[in-house]
């Protein structure tokens, strides 16, 4: 089994997805013999895309991160939420693999994902609580990795989340009992 391990967290020695994620690739690693290829959006970004390199079908960079997440069984993407949504690393990642002709394509009956059989594990760190209540209305951080993924045929998504981390030390440290706990149920 290959993972394809995606940080984005800003904080590196502090960074509530990163703690997750490194627990996922863990934990599945208990479980089998896997392959590991890891990928830092942060200390190593991806160039956000302009014209010229959304023209190039070529673009080499473009080709790698696509046979990295082609050859992947499992993906672990340690994702924070910031200003509601995914940091703008791990946009330039999804905005160089969500390619027209390779990672889906169009039919008559609407897009189609080409990207099949494939389980995704979010590690989701929130300083709020917005899985709930009113604030939910603001998560554009889950919900837009869910779509992003579905759209090119991954929907096996489970996220692990801490969220609340920022409301003091004991929702923080609640949260992330909570999270290494589904870490610990994982298959």
Request: proline content about 3%; charged content about 20%; glycine content about 10%.
């Amino acid at each position: 089994m290959n993972i394809l391990h995606l940080d984005s967290g800003l904080f590196i020695g502090q960074s509530v997805s990163r703690k997750l994620s490194a627990g996922i690739v863990e934990r599945l690693q208990k479980t089998g013999s896997h392959d590991v290829t890891y990928r830092d959006l942060v200390t190593q970004p991806v160039p956000h895309l302009d014209a010229e390199t959304l023209m190039d079908g070529d673009n080499a960079l473009s080709q790698d991160l696509i046979a990295e997440l082609q050859a992947a069984d499992i993906i672990v993407i340690g994702a924070p939420m910031y200003n509601f949504t995914i940091p703008t690393q791990l946009k330039a990642w999804l905005d160089r693999v969500l390619k027209a002709g390779v990672t889906f394509q169009y039919t008559e009956q609407g897009p189609q994902g080409l990207l099949t059989d494939k389980t995704v594990y979010i590690a989701s760190g929130r300083g709020g609580i917005y899985s709930k209540g009113e604030a939910a209305a603001m998560d554009h951080q889950e919900s837009y990795l869910r779509q992003a993924l579905g759209f090119i045929g991954i929907t096996n998504v489970q996220v692990v989340r801490a969220e609340g981390v920022n409301l003091g030390e004991e929702p923080r440290e609640q949260a992330l009992q909570a999270a290494q706990a589904e870490i610990e149920a994982l298959v």
